[in-house]
């Protein structure tokens, strides 16, 4: 075996001919390495829940709900509204908009068991960023938020939140990152008759992506409009992005061991003269 590799060694030095191989053969594994990491990132994606945003016409009736929740794929389906709170800690406060979602549906969206008694509010590291800025913003004499930063987490910060005059005690938590389409997302469980009453949005969970775009045309033959339209957009650009790269790499791969075997043919070739 180390004579092989010796003379491999020595005839790479001898012979121009054996460094285009290697260069074709680094360039094979790079293109190959390529493929495997934007088929493994499509895999990934796929298998992470998909969520789309509807609006409809009007409130949404029970028939209307139990028709999206026997979708297939389907894991769960609320009603939504969109309201402002003005969130309050230790003196320093500033309104920020909330989803109001059904509870069975944020315990799946968030992955969570929702614990009775104190209200918990969601929001994902963009939302409490801009809630940031926001109290920094309106409380110039109180601007230190560090310690909110650091409080902040998966067990909650202690606030006070109002919807209109009074206000109430709630968890502050911030959810991990999962892959939200929104920029920023804010959440709260609302009781169902609320939503039954006053929601017009709609919000669906799907068990995984898809990458033929059907569960945007089931949604659509079913008279939704999807208000997240342009984060569905963009995730199906950057889907078709990834598979061109797999497209080509494949096709690059394929040019590189053909190049390497013809090469290596016309070399033995001289070699044996």
């Not at 285009?20 to 790079?30: R, Y």
């Not at 989803?99 to 209200?119: A, F, H, R, V």
């Not at 940031?132 to 004499?141: A, C, K, P, R, T």
């Not at 169902?192 to 059907?214: I, K, N, P, S, T």
Request: glycine share 6%; proline share 1%; aromatic share 8%.
């Amino acid at each position: 075996m180390n004579n092989k590799i010796r003379g491999f060694l020595r005839l790479r030095k001898q012979s121009d001919t054996v460094k285009v191989i290697c260069l074709f053969a680094l360039a094979a594994a790079a293109f190959f390495a390529s493929v495997i990491y934007h088929t493994w990132d499509i895999y990934r994606f796929v298998n992470t829940p998909a969520e789309y945003v509807l609006a409809g016409e009007g409130t949404i009736s029970p028939k209307r709900m139990d028709e999206l929740a026997q979708m297939g794929d389907v894991a769960g389906v609320s009603r939504q509204m969109e309201v402002s709170i003005t969130v309050m800690y230790q003196g320093m406060s500033t309104v920020v908009k909330c989803n109001l979602l059904s509870q069975d549906y944020m315990e799946k969206l968030l992955d969570i068991k929702l614990p009775t008694g104190t209200k918990r509010i969601y929001m994902n590291e963009a939302a409490f960023s801009e809630m940031l800025q926001g109290i920094s913003e309106e409380n110039e004499d109180l601007t230190d938020v560090e310690s909110l930063k650091l409080a902040a987490g998966s067990t909650g910060v202690n606030i006070r939140y109002s919807m209109a005059e009074t206000y109430k005690s709630a968890k502050l938590i911030v959810a991990k990152e999962d892959g939200q389409d929104e920029k920023d997302f804010t959440c709260i469980a609302e009781a169902e008759g609320r939503l039954l009453r006053e929601a017009y949005g709609l919000r669906v969970l799907f068990e995984r992506h898809d990458l033929d775009g059907l569960h945007v045309e089931r949604l659509r033959k079913l008279g939704y409009e999807i208000e997240n339209e342009e984060a569905v957009i963009t995730e199906e650009n950057e889907i078709r992005t990834k598979l061109l790269h797999i497209q080509y790499g494949l096709l690059s791969f394929g040019i590189c061991l053909i190049a390497i075997f013809t090469l290596k043919h016309a070399a033995e070739k001289g070699w044996d003269r």
